[in-house]
């Protein structure tokens, strides 16, 4: 908790400068560390075509071959068209075209980290913070493996969430369906923003309904048929590749041996049992309905909203067959946004992620064999799922309590603190969020 007396300590100009360069510093480098294989990751095949046809004009040519996350290489193409403009190579053109997904999580991660030393936090947690968000592993991958648009979609339903603390229903609704038009695993973070707005819930969801699907209208009509079309904007499951990485792998029956696709090494391999197919990713969106019911049902404070969408993401991570080592990138981000601004600490969880995801995903298949790399990932993860469900679920303390002095003081306000201006009080005491003062438009 971000306690009164710290929260009102003034920050020196100088470390806000320096914070948000390091980050800024630290997006640019992520892009340039590396010399991308653009011309055989998934950027290659997927979006590099399209993309060039966009920068040239030709945007019916794009329309026809987008994937299903085209809005999200339409937001990214300014950038692109910088380095398309200096007639650079395709390996600059995916640098710029994911430069702004870097700087965006390095721009939360940086805004984190100067309310966290405004508020008397240590430098070490402020570093820990940028760190996670501007240098972690599932961050390499995403642009090794050619999605950056990962990223952004990480950093935009946290924020939409944030905007929904704030009561700012417009914006909430927008950063909402901007995140469904990157990548529509977003669809999990609608119950969390709905949960965390004060009213005018309705309305934010139409406002993300329309964003979304003027974003991803044109790429369905532009099919040449409705199949086509529902096969383009929807994000298909993985079809019978099933990683280890995943709830169902034991479920599977054993197939043939076959090289993993990053490191050329031997997994076991099973099938993916004919039930699972073409349904796994329909029950990562639906199970958020019951999920975010129970949540509204218990009256949970409005801030624990964070902790629901990591709670669903975590689930994403869980649920799909085709689990990648940057999938558990937005859940890190949301634990991490929750560690940190409602429960005014490091984020230790969020780091724990990090490093767990390296050594499952990447060290475990130097080392292990397919069923002990299935139950790495297994136990720790429902382990983190049931730490995670009992913070969203318990009763608050002050419905159990009437007595101030009894109840715990192990959350702050965080409407109050993340709408203000510049940083002032904080009450030390658990109570529920209340409507802002500044009511959304």
């Keep these: ?26 997006a640019i480098a992520m892009a340039w560390w590396q010399p991308w294989q653009v011309n055989l990751n998934d950027y290659s095949t997927e979006a590099a075509v399209p993309l060039a046809a966009l920068l040239h004009g030709h945007v019916g040519e794009f329309l026809r071959t987008a994937p299903s996350y085209g809005p999200s290489l339409e937001l ?41 030393r405004a508020a008397g936090r240590s430098r070490l947690t402020a570093a820990l913070t940028l760190a996670v968000c501007c240098v972690n592993p599932m ?7 050619g999605h950056p648009e990962e990223v952004l979609g990480a950093v935009l339903c946290v924020v939409a969430v944030l905007a929904a603390l704030r009561g700012h229903v417009n914006w909430a609704g927008i950063l909402l369906g901007l995140a469904i038009a990157n990548k529509e695993w977003a669809l999990v973070a609608i119950g969390p923003v709905l949960l965390a707005l004060p009213a005018k819930r309705i309305h934010a969801l139409l406002i993300a309904g329309g964003v979304a699907g003027l974003l991803l209208a ?84 409005r801030e624990n909203a964070l902790a629901l969408l990591a709670l669903l993401l975590l689930l994403r991570c869980m649920l799909d067959p085709w689990d990648l080592v940057y999938y558990p990138l937005p ?63 318990r009763r608050p303390p002050a419905e159990l309590s009437l007595d101030p002095v009894a109840q715990s003081t192990t959350s702050s306000s965080l409407v109050k603190w993340l709408s203000r201006v510049a940083p002032s009080s904080v009450s030390t005491t658990r109570s529920s969020i209340r409507t802002p003062s500044v009511p959304g438009r």
Aim: glycine letters at 6%; hydrophobic letters at 55%; one cysteine or more.
């Design 1 to 26: 908790m971000i306690s009164a007396a710290a929260d009102s300590l003034r920050q020196p100009p100088w470390e806000r400068f320096a914070i948000t360069l390091i980050a800024i510093a630290a």
């Design 331 to 393: 859940f890190a981000i949301a634990l991490l946004s929750w560690e940190t601004l409602v429960r005014g600490r490091a984020p230790i969880g969020a780091a724990a992620v990090s490093a767990a995801t390296w050594a499952i995903f990447e060290y475990g298949p130097l080392h292990l064999s397919a069923d002990q790399i299935a139950l790495s990932f297994l136990i720790p993860s429902v382990c983190a799922l049931a730490a995670i469900a009992f913070v969203v679920y």
């Design 218 to 301: 044109p790429i369905a009509l532009a099919s040449t048929s409705a199949k086509v079309a529902s096969a383009r904007v929807t994000v298909n499951d993985g079809g019978t590749i099933f990683y280890p990485q995943q709830i169902w792998w034991f479920l599977g029956t054993p197939g043939r041996w076959v090289p993993a696709m990053r490191n050329q090494i031997l997994y076991g391999f099973r099938m993916p049992p004919s039930w699972l197919q073409g349904r796994a990713h329909l029950l990562i969106v639906w199970i958020g309905l019951p999920l975010t019911w129970l949540a509204a049902r218990r009256r949970i404070p």
């Design 139 to 145: 961050t390499y991958y995403a642009m090794k493996i």
């Design 76 to 116: 990214r193409a300014p950038f692109a068209l910088i380095a398309s403009l200096a007639n650079g190579s395709r390996l600059l053109i995916y640098r710029f075209s994911a430069l702004p997904c870097l700087l965006a999580l390095a721009a939360l991660g940086a805004w984190i980290a100067t309310r966290l």
